[in-house]
């Protein structure tokens, strides 16, 4: 069970109802909260816990009308098993490099970014974002984070940036806030090497848990998160396994 933070009177608010970006004729509002001050960081572990995300130096979830499609997932890395399709991507992209860096925005990264949200999610919440809206989501924060750099080793991209990622590090794991690659680069699934690599920077640093965000059975933005078994899910203030249901 998820427990209270005691030592903060946290002040939570709503936001106004809008478009859901992931369900047809849905509509999402978000509780939300700041992450600020010498407990920012605590506050962001039980927060996690409690099916929070975090965004800048806020933390939210959905606090939808009638709906509780979104689940907050994780894998617990010491269980997960790479398959034979997980070693094949994994293999196909052994020629990547990879770097921890501050989270500091680049326009290196900014310039990957725009290319990835323009193939992959023109019409998205990120479709306008700017350079500065960029360096903000990257920058504005009181918690541990960072960004892992992924880079071609050989051929004519030799140096250029393939992939990256926006990180958090929590008490008992690792959460991806936001990755983004090379949208030309389908043959090598980078958004799928991306979780596995940090399914192994998870294990190999000794913690429990790669936190994934919301998991949203029927969205097809989303529905990618079930293949990485075995899955937890928040599901009534408890993580439980995933059991899909068999028909």
């Known amino acids: 069970m998820t427990k209270p933070f005691p030592t903060k009177n946290l002040r939570f608010f709503l936001t ?20 600020d001050g010498i407990e920012a960081e605590s506050l962001h572990d039980v927060l996690t816990h409690a099916g929070f995300r975090r965004s800048q130096g806020i933390a939210y979830r959905p606090a939808c009308d009638a709906c509780e499609a979104c689940i907050s997932a994780r894998v617990p890395v010491e269980q997960f098993t790479f398959n034979r399709r997980w070693r094949k991507i994994m293999a196909r992209n052994a020629d ?16 990957l970014l725009r290319r990835y949200l323009n193939s992959r999610h023109a019409e998205g ?11 903000a989501m990257v920058e504005e924060t009181a918690v541990r984070t960072h ?32 990755s983004f690659f090379d949208p030309n680069e389908n043959r090598r699934s980078l958004g799928v090497y991306t979780i596995l690599d940090h399914i192994q920077q998870a ?12 998991w949203i059975s029927g969205s097809e933005k989303m529905e990618y ?22 028909f």
């Not at 860096?101 to 290196?108: C, I, N, Q, W």
């Not at 998160?225 to 068999?246: D, N």
């Open 96 to 111: 990547l490099t990879r770097a921890l860096k501050p989270a500091d925005a680049t326009p290196e990264h900014f310039a």
């Open 225 to 246: 998160k079930a293949q990485f078994r075995p899955l937890e899910l928040l599901l009534a203030g408890e993580w439980r396994p995933y059991e899909p249901v068999q």
């Open 125 to 135: 919440g990120m479709a306008d974002m700017t350079y500065g809206d960029y360096a």
């Open 16 to 35: 106004a109802p809008s478009p859901c970006p992931y369900l047809a004729g849905k509509r999402e509002r978000k509780v939300f909260t700041a992450l």
């Open 147 to 178: 960004i892992v750099e992924y880079r071609y080793s050989s051929g004519p991209e030799r140096g250029a940036l393939a992939a990256a990622a926006l990180v958090d590090v929590l008490a008992d794991g690792l959460s991806m806030v936001y």
């Open 203 to 214: 294990r190999a640093a000794g913690f429990a848990h790669l936190y994934l965000g919301y």
